[in-house]
């Protein structure tokens, strides 16, 4: 079973920057799609940025420009790097890798408070 670790999440100021973190237990095939995912209170869990293992990214309009997705295919590990934070950020941010194959994996979650 594969558990993924996350990290980096905490509180911020309007325009301040966080790193989120989240490694894998093991190694995970490398023909995987890793992601990011957040969710506000009241509101639907929602995509905020993928790479596949080809490096191509994805962003909703909301975060384009203002977050980076990356991937360290060694350390089995993907970023989310946030600049530009908004109050509206604030959620509690999930990674997830989907292995091709099968296999779907979600943290636990950490949180992102933005403060105005």
């Known amino acids: 079973q594969v558990q993924l670790v996350e990290s980096g999440g905490g509180l911020v100021q309007a325009g301040g920057s966080l790193r989120l973190s989240c490694a894998a237990t093991?190694?995970?095939?490398?023909?995987?799609?890793m992601g990011w995912y957040r969710q506000a209170p009241g509101k639907q869990r929602e995509l905020v940025a993928h790479i596949t293992s080809s490096g191509v990214t994805n962003y909703p309009d909301s975060v384009k420009g203002r977050f980076t997705i990356s991937r360290d295919n060694a350390k089995n590990t993907v970023y989310l790097q946030m600049n530009s934070l908004k109050p509206e950020d604030t959620a509690v941010y999930y990674c997830?890798?989907?292995?091709?194959?099968?296999?779907?994996?979600w943290g636990q979650g950490t949180q992102v408070t933005v403060s105005s």
């Open positions: 997830r890798i989907q292995v091709a194959g099968g296999g779907d994996y």
């Open positions: 093991r190694s995970i095939f490398r023909l995987n799609v």
